[in-house]
């Protein structure tokens, strides 16, 4: 059977999680009860997500030249990622995010890019082969704008569909980045730094929005985290609600749904399908610890998910 192919252009960050009774106040130092470091980045995160469904994924990244870039290296290689275009630099150190978790899930979370700021559009136009190959290409906001612009515009020249994930949240946006989003997926938060409105009930996303097709993208997919995630179009709305679970460590989460979706409709899977699963994978991701190391593997997965 083809593995579904995907691309994914963004950020890979080495995570250095603290597990705390709460979130720190401003100038306060807290006692942590737990550490655990792994492999991080929106962008990696995605792409190590759809591998372990078994999807055939390249990654497209810039790590340091440091023992953390060389071991993210490795760590895509374990999961059978392709790192054609797995860059390195000796400008900048490997990305990092020190993450704090509280005793509910929620996390707060520091991203220094290093690297990850480097990558250049001739490293993008060098991965055109890689995105060209695609079903899908996923990129975030974790990378520089113009890179993802970059990587969007080589995947519509190429007949690509794409998933963006206007991650971490950012006020505004160029208007091409809505254009060039065949599926825009954004959280709460992140809808509502994007269009000035309140986020809390359905018919407020869903109104939300609205305001992000009518900037011209594709079809919307706001993730709600333990509500789900909801399909907005020109045409329909549906809410696709998720199981109610224990949350642990949320850290990751909407990474997951997005590496799942992905997969997902790579997969061939019509749209709710796909969110539907991609729902389920999430989820099943906030009861572990961990970001990449919380997400299931095909084989620890019900038949039925994944048939
Ligand atoms: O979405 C979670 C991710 O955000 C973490 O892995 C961290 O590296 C930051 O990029």
Redesign the pocket.
């Known amino acids: 059977m083809t593995r579904p192919k995907l691309c994914v252009v963004g950020?890979a960050?080495l995570?250095l999680i603290s597990y705390v009774p709460r979130l720190p106040r401003m100038g306060e130092t807290l006692h942590g009860t737990r550490f655990h470091m792994g492999f991080?980045?929106?962008g990696?995160?995605q792409a190590v997500m759809a591998a372990k469904l078994g999807g055939d994924v390249a990654m497209v990244t810039k790590l340091g030249q440091d023992v953390f870039g060389e071991n993210t290296k490795n760590n895509f290689e374990a999961w059978d990622v392709d790192t054609t275009h797995v860059l390195f630099t000796d400008q900048a150190f490997s990305?990092v995010?020190p993450?704090a978790v509280d005793e509910e899930g929620h996390n707060s979370?520091i991203?220094v890019t290093g690297a990850n700021d480097l990558l250049t559009e001739a490293e993008i136009e060098a991965a055109r082969p890689s995105i060209a190959a695609a079903q899908i290409l996923v990129c975030q906001l974790?990378i520089p704008l113009e890179i993802t612009l970059a990587a969007l515009r080589v995947a519509r020249q190429e007949g690509v569909t794409t998933i963006f994930n206007p991650?971490?949240a950012r006020p505004s946006l160029p208007p091409e980045l809505y254009t060039l989003s065949d599926i825009f997926c954004p959280n709460e938060p992140e809808t509502e730094l994007l269009t000035g409105l309140v986020v809390n009930t359905l018919p407020e996303a869903e109104a939300a929005a609205h305001v992000l097709l009518a900037r011209g993208t594709g079809q919307v997919i706001l993730t709600l985290g333990e509500r789900g995630s909801l399909l907005v179009t020109p045409d329909q709305t549906v809410h696709v609600p998720a199981e109610p679970v224990q949350a642990l460590d949320s850290?990751?989460a909407?990474?997951a749904f997005v590496g799942s979706l992905a997969y997902f409709l790579a997969a061939g899977k019509p749209i709710l399908e796909a969110m539907r699963r991609a729902n389920q994978i999430a989820a099943i991701s906030v009861q572990a610890s961990g970001?990449?190391t919380s997400f299931p593997v095909a084989a620890d997965l019900p038949a039925k998910l994944l048939d």
């Open positions: 950020a960050n995570d991080g980045g929106k990696a995160n990305g995010a993450i979370i991203i974790e991650a971490p850290t990751g909407g990474d970001t990449q």
